[in-house]
């Protein structure tokens, strides 16, 4: 692609993104990049007991979802954020893993907060799971796990 629709196809991803369209309809999903928001269904936010998300204002590429019980979840593209990278940004532990076969990490930053992330695109998706206003106690690296297993199936090899 030249001239025009080089300049113009990104921005009207960016716009789409922004309004929760995909480009395949209902899957949120493109080659190396995903709609943070796009990618949960209805029955996916149900079963997490999460709300719709929003996009997050200082980073388009992730969105922010609550829930009714106090803990909120960001799933973020991170398109230029490797595993090795998350390593090094690590404060409290650092483990690498696998999601159904494909590498991850799962960090902890903070007591109450935990990243899930896998290989995506050339870099990482990450959901991390935020615990500290949860009416009950629960772990923030349970929830970002089961945050994961939802979302991971419907990423692109």
């Known amino acids: 692609m030249s001239g025009l629709g080089a300049r113009v196809l990104p921005l009207l991803v960016l716009f789409a993104a922004g ?3 995909a480009p395949a309809p ?5 080659a190396g990049r995903i709609d943070t928001c796009a990618i ?12 719709r998300g929003q996009r997050m204002p200082n980073k388009p590429t992730g969105c922010m979802l609550g829930s009714p019980r106090g803990f909120r979840v960001f799933a973020i593209n991170e398109d230029k954020v490797t595993i090795a ?3 090094k940004r690590t404060h409290i ?3 690498r893993n696998e999601v159904n076969g494909r590498k991850g990490f799962l960090s902890v930053g903070e ?5 899930q992330g ?11 799971a935020n615990v500290a206003g949860a009416q009950v106690p629960m772990d923030a ?9 939802v979302v991971e199936p419907k990423l692109p090899d």
């Open 85 to 87: 990278d998350a390593e």
């Open 40 to 51: 949960f269904t209805e029955a996916d936010l149900k079963a997490l007991d999460l709300a």
């Open 26 to 30: 209902g899957s949120g999903v493109e």
């Open 118 to 128: 896998v290989e995506f695109g050339g870099g990482t998706l990450q959901v991390l």
């Open 93 to 95: 532990s650092f483990s």
């Open 111 to 115: 007591l109450t907060a935990c990243t």
């Open 19 to 21: 309004c929760g369209s």
């Open 141 to 149: 690296c349970d929830l970002a796990r089961k945050v994961m297993d």
